[in-house]
């Protein structure tokens, strides 16, 4: 024990040295990779060992973190410094979609999408300012906790761990989706494969030391991908413009990004109409939009239990609260450099792809067109692999000319090879079929520029030019392709993959342990068996971390596209759910159980209603609602046109224009025209009323009550509750 | 040691958290309200509306917070119910 504890003291005194040699070694590193790759190593080797590498890394510390102390387990003992704290809370934010898709967002929304880079900052300063510092001073182990002291009971607390669940686990799994969408791009594992190695990396880091083991992987991770994010973009800059500072540079891009898009437009290449100027404010999102988005997502910030919990962690309430700066500062260092990364990959579109011949596309257009993530007119190299492998079994199977293939292959009972080949347009499929009659062995890559130009005809281009219309581009392609459009070596994509595996990683590893602590402590110690003994706690914390990894990776693999375009409810339902009831707890002394219960209930119901009423019932939301709904006069002819087509569809037809129906309906049920991510606007403001209501309807707290609220509001004084339960009853 | 004067320090306090929630508003919404006066300015290509909410209210949220963190922490000290170091 003394050792032990003599070598931890060792370490925290050391942290700078710890992390700097590590930082030296990663660097260290990437310069030996970048050797490998002269020395002629292939890049998929290079790409195994980065990730190899740096997975490695983070098991190590996470097994050198291991501890059998709930409060190591918990909250990291409590002792983790401002600085360090601030790191590991941005690698326990910034995940794999702020990494790999943010600049994408940008990319495609200009000025709009910057809605994202506000929310996502300056929700820190409602954490610090309103809540970090109270909670630290309380001393819980999790958000929960706070909400059962303060509420006088298990009926909050178990409210507050739905709202933790019904927030963190559909962004916990896109962030193993995440993982395995990287590893299987540039490692070309499988996907499920990758998804099962991204959960061990994952369970590795966090099962055996809790906390403490996240905490001390998450600063590493940090590192790791704040080099592998800036490094590109550094280099980029100071290539075309001659100073390394993306952040100032980007502004004379934004002025050429105007400057081409008028070009654009008078020659020919993009229609006045659908062209949305870059810098242009308010056309993707109206203004109520824009604003209600950035307010959801900084409350939610302030709401979300993985990062509150955070905070837990620091040795004082001033540290929590300096943590919380720093924590920012580490974030913005990243989000102020995204909009750089949009910037530059739009100038490089709109001046060597767009009014490019259609002959002679850039190289990094192809590799991505391989993954499916560029297409052309439609076309994707991926697409069109697919399609010859599907018109070689036709042909083998006996088809003889190009209307024939669907009707072969549905006969053999082909079905993989039927869907590839009918995702392919008209007339592509005959471009592909001749070819493969041809020659058996041809290559995508040898008809690519036939099939582009027989879709840039079908689409109306006979100019032999890329029209803006023509191309399309997935919002991860910005982050990637920048080391290649910077004409960079295949060592600095690996590490820009090791950086978004970080992000992914981290990010997971906080919000599994947020949700598997909320089961151990909350539900399991605090309600079901309260004299649990200590090593009892740990097994079960392991045990129930273990199985929420599991399941959640196992929905991962399935692919599951409804689950991931919930991920950017969870800031709605945080804040609509917690925010209220925390904030109120400490800033409003009469506010009690009652209060607290039929607020959350009101906040998270109302949000939760709005969001699955305008996504899955979109038809009966807007019926019920119709007189609030923001849907000018042509939206709801078109509704009711589409309703009387669906019912009066034949019995064969009526499932496609249900389809039909319901999209529309999508677009008109709403209130006041506000999307449905931001539908905390509703929530939030029903879970303070019905939180101040309540309250002054019921009795006021307790003498003991209001002291102890007064005992949160002082820094000074021990934290009230000691490993994990209250130090006096204060009910 | 400073008095501990509980009923001073929490009015300070919560000065202090009117005087940052304002900022932290200003910043967020209002100044972004103006965006299309704001893009007449071009400093270094950047429209200054665009550069606000990309880097400017950023840079102030950043700082605020550091403000803040040393401001609360003299106000903890000045009431006497800081922390011990």
Redesign the interface.
Same mark, same amino acid.
């Not at chain 2, 071009?42 to 429209?47: R, T, Y």
């Not at chain 2, 006497?80 to 011990?84: D, H, I, N, R, S």
């Given at each position: 024990m003394a050792t032990q504890s003599s070598a931890e003291s060792g370490f925290l005194a050391n942290l700078g040295k710890v992390y700097g040699i590590y930082t030296g070694g990663f660097l260290a590193f990437v310069i030996f990779i970048a050797i490998l790759e002269q020395l002629g190593v292939p890049n998929r080797i290079l790409g195994y060992l980065f990730v190899g590498f740096t997975i490695l890394v983070y098991a190590i510390i996470g097994i050198l973190s291991r501890t059998g102390q709930v409060s190591e387990y918990y909250v990291a003992g409590r002792k983790v410094p401002a600085f360090y704290n601030g790191m590991a809370t941005g690698a326990d934010w910034m995940s794999a979609a702020s990494f790999v898709g943010m600049a994408g967002t940008l990319y495609a929304l200009g000025y709009d999408g910057l809605a994202f880079v506000l929310g996502w900052t300056g929700g820190y300063v409602l954490v610090s300012v309103l809540l970090a510092p109270f909670l630290r001073k309380f001393g819980a182990y999790t958000v929960p906790d706070f909400l059962a002291a303060r509420y006088g009971g298990n009926l909050a607390r178990f409210l507050g761990v739905i709202v933790l669940i019904s927030c963190s686990f559909t962004y916990v799994v896109a962030q193993i989706y995440g993982t395995g969408l990287i590893a299987s791009r540039f490692l070309g594992l499988d996907f499920t494969i990758a998804v099962y190695a991204g959960l061990a990396g994952i369970l590795v880091c966090s099962m055996l030391g809790g906390m403490r083991a996240v905490t001390w992987t998450q600063v590493a991770q940090y590192i790791v991908l704040i080099v592998a994010y800036l490094t590109p973009v550094v280099i980029l800059a100071t290539k075309n413009y001659g100073v390394p500072v993306p952040q100032l540079m980007y502004g004379q891009a934004l002025q050429d990004i105007t400057a081409r898009e008028s070009q654009m437009i008078e020659s020919g290449l993009a229609a006045a109409g659908t062209l949305k100027p870059y810098i242009t404010p308010f056309l993707t999102y109206d203004r109520l939009n824009f604003f209600a988005l950035i307010l959801c997502l900084m409350v939610g910030t302030a709401s979300l239990p993985h990062i509150l919990m955070r905070y837990f962690t620091t040795p004082s309430v001033r540290d929590a609260r300096k943590s919380v700066a720093w924590s920012l500062f580490f974030i913005f260092l990243l989000y102020f450099t995204a909009p750089s990364y949009a910037a530059f990959a739009k100038l490089e579109v709109y001046t060597n792809v767009i009014g490019q011949s259609l002959d002679q596309l850039p190289q990094w257009i192809s590799t991505y067109s391989n993954l499916g993530l560029v297409k052309i007119y439609g076309v994707t190299l991926q697409a069109l692999s697919s399609g010859i492998a599907a018109v070689g079994a036709a042909i083998a199977a006996g088809a003889a000319d190009v209307g024939s293939v669907a009707a072969t292959l549905q006969s053999k009972g082909l079905t993989s090879e039927l869907a590839n080949w009918s995702a392919l347009g008209d007339p592509v499929k005959a471009v592909v079929f001749d070819a493969v009659r041809a020659n058996g062995a041809v290559t995508a890559q040898e008809i690519f520029n036939p099939a582009i130009h027989a879709a840039a005809t079908a689409a109306g281009n006979t100019t032999n030019l890329l029209g803006l219309a023509g191309l399309s581009i997935d919002n991860d392609v910005i982050v990637l392709s920048t080391p290649e459009i910077a004409g960079l070596p295949y060592v600095i994509a690996g590490l820009v993959a090791a950086g978004g595996l970080a992000a992914a990683l981290s990010t997971a590893d906080g919000l599994l342990l947020a949700i598997a602590n909320a089961l151990s402590h909350d539900i399991y110690y605090k309600m079901v068996d309260t004299h649990a003994p200590t090593t009892r706690r740990l097994i079960v914390a392991r045990v129930l971390l273990v199985i929420v990894a599991v399941i959640a990776a196992y929905t991962a693999s399935t692919k599951p596209a409804d689950i991931l375009a919930m991920v950017s409810w969870a800031f709605s339902l945080a804040a609509a759910g917690l925010f209220p009831a925390l904030v109120l707890g400490v800033w409003w002394k009469r506010a009690n159980q009652w209060g607290a219960v039929v607020g959350i209930i009101a906040g998270f119901g109302i949000c939760l209603y709005y969001l699955v009423g305008t996504r899955y019932f979109a038809v009966s939301f807007y019926e019920t609602w119709s007189g609030l709904s923001g849907a000018n006069e042509a939206a709801i002819a078109k509704f009711n046109e589409l309703k009387a087509a669906w019912e009066g569809a034949a019995p064969e037809a009526k499932a496609a224009a249900w389809k039909a129906f319901d999209t529309h309906a999508q677009t008109v049920a709403n209130w006041f025209g506000v999307r449905n991510i931001s539908s905390a606007l509703f929530g939030l403001p029903a879970g303070f009323i019905a939180m101040y209501v309540v309250s002054l309807l019921t009795k006021a707290p307790s003498k003991q009550m209001q002291d102890f609220i007064d005992e949160i509001r002082r820094p000074k004084g021990k934290e009230l509750m000691e490993g994990g339960n209250l130090v006096t009853d204060v009910r | 040691m400073a008095q501990?004067n &509980?009923e001073g +320090?929490?009015k300070a306090?919560s000065h202090l958290?009117w005087i940052?929630?304002a900022i932290?508003a200003f $910043? #967020?919404?209002v100044i +972004?309200?103006f965006? *299309?006066s704001l *893009?007449e300015i071009? %400093?270094?290509? $950047?429209?200054l509306?665009?550069?606000m &909410? &990309? /880097?400017g #209210?950023? %840079?102030v949220?950043?700082v605020?917070?550091?403000w $803040?963190?040393r401001r /609360?922490?003299s106000i903890?000290r000045e009431f006497?119910?800081?922390?011990?170091e």
């Open positions: - | 501990v &509980a +320090h929490w306090t958290m940052a929630l932290w $910043f #967020s919404f +972004h309200f965006v *299309n *893009n071009v %400093i270094l290509g $950047f429209p509306g665009y550069y &909410a &990309a /880097q #209210s950023l %840079i949220f950043v605020l917070l550091f $803040f963190a /609360q922490d903890d006497g119910v800081a922390e011990e």
